[in-house]
């Protein structure tokens, strides 16, 4: 591999690289994907609910032979404290088309399939490779360099690299993230059979849920747990700041495995056995943690540029849109045979103009909010537990008393000005 | 009543993966000092994969980055920056099967 010569190096086969490389390939560019995992997929982790607008717009009528395990016909949000739990759900039929919104994935089953495609149109996928650092003339980007030494050249270098993106660092685009920009996520795939899966989950078929549950059960933290349903398995697992982990010194391992034995939880996955553990850092700083996005003969895209809508559970689906993007960028530089930092801005102008900036922008307040107020984490959803507990039990007790009994623990626990400002404050982050 | 889910380790939960073991390190502790002096070892509670373990008798937090699942919290985790995390080279640590 001594300093072979690319139109364009995309680093990591995840959604961002192989959006990216497929794009790129398909425009009859001559692309190298380099993947550090034995295969692809192989390092990474996801809930995983896949969204099927932005991989239609790169794998036109995908739901023909990816591996898919469920569409999603309902969602549904469980705010939970120690022992009770509301739940608001969304079931329709509207659900039912085809694609689906979203589906549930097995992840590692999905890239393995995504990069392929990219095999199929041309691309040079190589794993097992870790990139180490980034070559630089005159201040440009013009290749990577392995740990194993090689040097491989390209007009332009698209890092995917995820999370932990090595070379945005040393590209000097980025510093290293602070432990409140980012969540650590921790997960089990558990085994269930299929008809345990639809009659616990009222589903028929091929349907599938997701939960995602807030409250008390991340024992204060910020973040969420969530429970998605998949063919023949269920996926279990929460995602809390990593600052919290820092302060709190709570295990990941131990509040996963309290989770799942949270009385709401325990009877959907009773009797599983779990085939795998897994951890992945989510990149939740949103648009006032993100690096530049590009520089002289390089662009970053996916979770490297810190996109992620963590109020959505949305980030495969800003991967891909970035990585097609960023490949449209360089297909057009190619034109223009510019790379430079000036040519490449338009990267920005088309991010703007797409989805990814303007929710990233309009999310931008949200975490900050809520990690100076994290009280609303816990008070909240017991506030609410307790009022729907007064509100239905039947205790030969009036109900005018009930009613008063919630004003009163409303008042006493939060009082109803800083509700108002909490509720404000939330309102104006979401925008 | 459902029945209990039985409790798992964390060396359960490890056992359960593939992983290639190079013979070279990619997790660097910087300074043996600042750990003796870091009151929380938040390394030692916050990694899943529980690679950074305080050792009383040595005084210092041995690190078993064969068990790493590679996350990368633990770079952040470290409030003093005195972990450095690398991948480890291509093709060595953890392959997940599901992801
Ligand atoms: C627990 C959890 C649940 C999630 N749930 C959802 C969900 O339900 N829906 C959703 O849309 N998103 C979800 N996300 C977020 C989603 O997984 C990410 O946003 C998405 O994977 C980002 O894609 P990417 O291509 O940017 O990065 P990644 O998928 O992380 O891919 C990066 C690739 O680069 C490779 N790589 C890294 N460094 C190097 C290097 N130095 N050299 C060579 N290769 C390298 C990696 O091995 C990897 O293959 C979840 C994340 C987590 C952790
Ligand atoms: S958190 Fe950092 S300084 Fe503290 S014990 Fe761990 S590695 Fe050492």
């Known amino acids: 591999m001594a300093d072979e010569k690319f139109d364009s190096i995309v680093v990591g086969a995840g959604p961002a690289g192989v959006s990216a490389a497929l794009t790129m390939a398909q425009a009859g560019l001559n692309v190298a994907l380099l993947e550090r995992g034995e295969y692809a997929g192989a390092k990474n982790v996801q809930g995983a609910v896949l969204y099927s607008k932005m991989l239609e717009d790169v794998v036109p009528e995908f739901w023909k032979d990816a591996p898919l395990e469920r569409a999603i016909v309902e969602e549904r949000l469980w705010v939970l404290t120690e022992d009770s739990g509301i739940q608001v759900g969304y079931k329709s039929a509207k659900y039912n088309s085809v694609p689906a919104n979203c589906y549930t994935i097995i992840r590692v089953e999905f890239d393995k399939w995504f990069a392929k495609k990219a095999e199929a149109a041309g691309v040079t996928l190589i794993t097992g490779v870790t990139v180490d650092d980034v070559l630089k003339k005159d201040g440009d980007i013009i290749g990577v360099k392995t740990t194993e030494g090689d040097r491989l050249l390209a007009d332009v270098v698209i890092a995917c690299d995820g999370a932990n993106s090595i070379i945005s660092q040393k590209a000097g685009l980025h510093r290293e993230w602070k432990p409140e920009e980012v969540a650590l996520g921790v997960k089990e795939v558990l085994f269930l059979p299929r008809e345990k899966i639809e009659d616990r989950f009222n589903l028929e078929g091929d349907q599938g849920s997701t939960t995602e549950m807030l409250g008390d059960i991340t024992q204060g933290m910020l973040g969420y747990a969530f429970l998605y349903t998949n063919k023949e398995s269920l996926a279990l697992g929460v995602g809390c700041a990593v600052d919290d982990f820092q302060r709190t010194r709570i295990k990941p391992y131990e509040l996963l495995e309290e989770i799942k034995r949270h009385p709401m939880i325990r009877r959907l996955i009773a009797g599983s056995k779990t085939l795998e553990y897994s951890a992945h850092l989510i990149p939740e700083g949103g648009y006032n943690s993100m690096p530049p996005l590009y520089t002289g003969g390089m662009l970053l895209a996916g979770d490297a540029a810190q996109m992620i809508n963590p109020t959505h559970r949305e980030g495969s689906n800003l991967a891909m849109a970035s990585g097609k993007l960023a490949a449209e960028t360089v297909i057009e530089a190619k034109k223009r045979n510019n790379y430079s930092a000036r040519s490449l801005g338009l990267y920005r102008k088309k991010l703007e103009e797409s989805f990814v900036l303007k929710d990233m922008d309009d999310h931008k307040d949200i975490e900050e909010k809520v990690r100076q107020n994290r009280d609303i984490m816990t008070i909240y959803p017991k506030l609410a537990c307790e009022s729907a507990h007064e509100y239905f039990i039947v205790d030969g007790l009036p109900k005018r008393d009930h009613q008063r009994r919630i004003i009163r623990r409303i008042r006493r626990q939060r009082g109803i000005f800083q509700m108002i400002k909490d509720f404000m404050s939330l309102r104006h982050a979401i925008g | ?99």
């Open chain 2, 1 to 99: 009543m459902a029945e209990e889910p039985k409790p798992m380790s964390l060396e359960d939960k490890l056992g359960l993966l593939t992983y290639k073991n190079d013979h070279q390190t990619h997790i660097k502790l910087l300074d043996a000092n600042v750990c003796l002096k870091c009151p929380d070892k938040p390394c030692a509670t916050g990694c899943p994969a529980g690679v950074y373990v305080w050792d009383e008798p040595q005084k210092k937090i041995v690190v078993s980055y064969e068990n790493c699942i590679e996350c990368g919290a633990a770079r952040m985790l470290c409030p003093y920056n005195n972990i450095e995390w690398q991948p480890p080279r291509g093709g060595f640590g953890v392959s997940y099967k599901y992801g």
